[in-house]
């Protein structure tokens, strides 16, 4: 046993990193420069550098990495360095397309522009809405204009009464409400009065009117209806002309009102865009009515001033909508877009609400996207956070593709569309950059093979940096940038050293600093707080330690309810005595505030002569993961390699993890599966107070695992709670020593003797540990030494083998004596 035989021990010097303050060339960080650029990850940043800078398609970049390990920032400094270099990205207007109405039109105008051309068009409106009545109703203009009117009334009359002459004394034109510009009715003459041919029908009826004269005076209507019909076309043919020979006169007035104004507009703005204007000149040609004066300036008494001239803007179409305004933009533009919903990256057409409930949609309600703003430039968002839609994910390749955007009105919960404008697409010239992790990376990469064509650089940003002499400093600049810019006490050296343990922690390896810089940032303003708790004036050490350990205390309530179970007995586990099959095994949990804890738990093994082999008992009842169920085969292998190479495999065992209701995931319990199951073959018991952690391959070696400091403080505290014996310890792979950062409690315990750290390489080197008999050495010829535990477990395979083959042949027999 452990306490009878001595075994290799890991350092004590290897047990923890430590920083010694007396390294760090300050006393306080208030005497350091506040470290703004980004420490380490000169992968990432040289991949970004490349995917920004080079001008290409498909250069689009994937930047990738846990939060907190300075993706944004990293981003932003390269893209600041590129916002002052390059040409500033035009305005983008749309516009009324007089030709095709539901195809808003697109004006492409250089930066500030767009809003020029917005007040050129409304200052033209404004002087055409006060330029044209005034002239309409200029006493020349209205001259002519009656002058026009009157002959064709003339004529007009001229025809009437020549028809008139024609009906009587039989019939007559009856003219309702004195209006002649409706159409008169064809009335029969009755006693010298005109009367309706309906009200005649009512005579009739009623007895009061000849039926034989009715019947004469019907048959005489129809005749002349339709010569009547024949000269009211006429009439009407007269009054268009009449209304042409007036419009004519008033666009022989307006038009060269109408181009002056026109032509000064399009003076304000880019010559690029004078068709649109010729459209609009031609357009207000046509449409000039829309700006005839009110009836009381019709009758010459000019309208006041602040009466309104429409309920309505009747000359919406004239309107400009700047969608994009790039007028304080300098050099390419960045944007970020915190929420990349399909609306806010895309755009959308908003319909808006007319009187009477009624929606409508026009080139007015087009609002551009954060994918048009960054046009020319860079457009940054979470892929997480967007890809929630799959809509987005599909528009965003498609306008990478064709390097076009189009703004639609996209409404997933619509059962129809909601408007049926067409805007002409933009042309777009954007380098996207995506924000997300190895996961979807690798989900997008795999299922669509359009991705890496389209995001061919990959800003791979690692959670860990290297450890030396100058990452400390910067790390120190880091704490001083944060102090700085949330105004926090300084941090002393010795506060600064227990920063630096605790991110060699986090990172893992003792030549390794924690890149979770948003965990560190959070430390240190929880450190602040303590301090002020304590009222000193700097952060002391202490201060940070009490932060470390609040922060456990605040979501540690699952281990602590686990540990009370085991201290209740509800969860069998004992650090004491010895068991055949038995092996403490060393897990661990991870809640969902990303704290990582250890917990022992029992494994158990038990074998017997068969052919079904060694037997995963939580992958039978789908609670082990793909990984652990691999390690569990691998121990097959390993018995085929050591016991199997002079006789056949016959066994039949079953390993679990006992008490385990969760998922089983990792291969990290492996090696304790190994050792349980060869003490339940060698029917040795094996000393519950070690606990064994590590995976094995085929040939034995003992392979290193994660979270080597949880699962050694987690049974260090089950052998606290149970009682320190002075044998109690743990096996580990030795090629985790270099990431041990132990707890000092747990230090001052094996610097006494009173727990132990066993590196071993190989499952031999732990079986003296755990049976305190030795391995076993095998020799060609002579096998595995019969004292030995290899020895053993090789008798007992080969009593197995010859058993088995035995009752095969019939030579005995199964049924009990």
């Known amino acids: 046993m452990p306490d009878a035989m001595s075994f290799p021990e890991v350092p004590l010097e290897k047990l923890r990193w430590r920083c010694d303050p007396e390294s760090l060339p300050f006393e306080t960080t208030d005497e350091l420069t506040p470290l703004e650029e980004i420490i380490g990850q000169e992968r990432a940043q040289r991949a970004l550098a490349l995917g920004v800078e080079l001008v290409k398609p498909g250069y689009n970049i994937y930047v990738c990495g846990m939060t907190g390990t300075g993706k944004m920032t990293a981003v932003q400094q390269v893209l600041a360095a590129r916002q002052g270099n390059g040409t500033q990205p035009p305005d983008l207007c749309y516009v009324f397309h007089f030709k095709f109405p539901d195809r808003p039109r697109l004006l492409t105008v250089p930066a500030g522009q767009g809003q020029a051309l917005k007040k050129a068009m409304e200052r033209l409106l404004g002087d055409l809405k006060h330029e044209i009545p005034r002239a309409l109703a200029s006493i020349s203009f209205r001259q002519r204009k009656k002058a026009r009117l009157r002959l064709a009334q003339r004529r007009e009359e001229k025809l009437i009464k020549r028809f008139e002459a024609k009906l009587a004394p039989h019939f007559g034109l009856l003219w309702r409400d004195a209006d002649t510009s409706l159409e008169p009715e064809l009335a029969p003459l009755i006693n010298g009065k005109l009367m309706p041919l309906a009200e005649l029908e009512e005579r009739l009826e009623a007895g009061k009117f000849p039926p034989a004269q009715y019947k004469q005076i019907r048959s005489q209507h129809t005749a002349l209806s339709a010569e009547f019909a024949e000269v009211f076309a006429d009439v009407q043919r ?392 691999k390690g569990v085969l691998i121990l097959s292998g390993y018995l085929r390699h050591a016991y199997a190479q002079d006789k056949p495999l016959v066994l039949s065992a079953s390993l679990c993890v006992e008490q385990s209701y969760e998922g089983i995931a990792g291969d990290s319990a492996s090696a304790a599966e190994m050792y349980a199951l060869l003490s339940s073959l060698a029917g040795l018991p094996i000393e519950q107070g070690v606990a064994v952690t590590g995976s094995v391959n085929q040939k034995g070696e003992i392979q290193p695992i994660s979270a080597i400091n949880e699962k050694i403080e987690s049974f260090f505290d089950v052998c606290r709670m149970q009682g320190l014996t002075g044998t109690q310890g743990v096996i580990l792979p030795p090629q985790n020593i270099d990431d041990l950062m132990l707890r000092e409690d747990v230090i001052d315990a094996i610097a006494s003797g009173r727990f132990h750290l066993y590196p071993t390489a190989y499952i031999d080197d732990g079986l003296p540990i755990l049976t305190g008999m030795p391995a076993g050495t095998y020799r060609p010829g002579k096998g595995y030494p019969p004292d030995s535990v290899n020895g053993r477990v090789d008798a007992t395979l080969r009593r197995f083998a010859e058993q088995w083959y035995a009752l095969q042949r019939g030579e005995i027999s199964t049924t009990p004596a």
């Open 238 to 629: 007269l009054r268009h002309e009449a209304d042409e020979e007036v419009r004519a006169l008033e666009r022989a007035l307006l038009r060269p009102i109408i181009q002056q104004k026109v032509r000064a507009a399009a003076a304000l703005t880019d010559t690029t865009i004078h068709h649109y204007f010729q459209d609009v000149e031609e357009a207000l040609l046509e449409e000039s009515e829309r700006f005839h004066p009110l009836p009381a300036e019709r009758d010459g008494s000019p309208a006041h001033a602040s009466t309104p001239v429409y309920d309505e803007d009747p000359l919406q179409e004239y309107q400009v909508n700047v969608v994009v305004d790039n007028t304080a933009t300098s050099g390419p533009p960045v944007i970020f877009e915190p929420f990349p919903t399909y609306k806010n990256l895309f755009g959308a057409i908003e319909p808006m609400l007319e009187y009477g409930g009624i929606w409508r949609s026009d080139f007015t309600g087009i609002r551009a996207g954060a994918m048009h703003r960054a046009n020319g430039g860079y457009l940054l968002f979470n892929a997480l956070d967007a890809f929630v839609d799959p809509t987005v994910w599909t528009t965003l390749k498609r306008i990478l593709r064709y390097r076009q955007a189009e703004i639609q009105n996209y409404d997933q919960h619509a059962l129809m569309p909601s408007t049926t404008l067409k805007p002409e697409p933009i042309p777009c010239d954007v380098k996207v950059i995506l924000l997300g992790n190895e996961e979807l990376y690798g989900a997008l990469a795999s299922e669509d093979e359009s991705f890496k064509r389209l995001f061919k650089v990959k800003a791979d940003f690692d959670t860990t940096i290297p450890r030396h002499e100058r990452t400390i400093v910067q790390y120190a600049g880091f704490i001083r940038y944060i102090c700085h810019e949330e105004q926090l006490r300084p941090f002393d050296r010795h506060a600064v050293a227990a920063v630096m343990e605790f991110g060699v922690r986090l990172a893992g390896r003792h030549d390794k600093l924690s890149a979770r810089f948003d965990v560190i940032a959070d430390v240190l303003r929880e450190a602040d707080y303590w301090a002020g708790k304590a009222g000193t004036a700097v952060v002391t050490r202490p201060a940070v330690e009490q932060a470390l350990r609040e922060r456990v205390a605040r979501v540690n309530m699952i281990e602590e309810k686990l540990y009370e179970l085991i201290n209740t007995g509800l969860l069998l586990l004992t650090t004491r005595g010895a068991v055949v099959g038995q092996v403490n095994g060393l897990f661990v949990y991870e809640t969902e505030e990303d704290y990582f804890f250890g917990c022992p738990m029992r494994i158990t093994a038990a074998a017997t002569m068969g052919d079904a082999g060694v037997v995963n008992i939580e992958r039978e009842v789908d609670l082990s993961d793909a990984t652990h169920s």
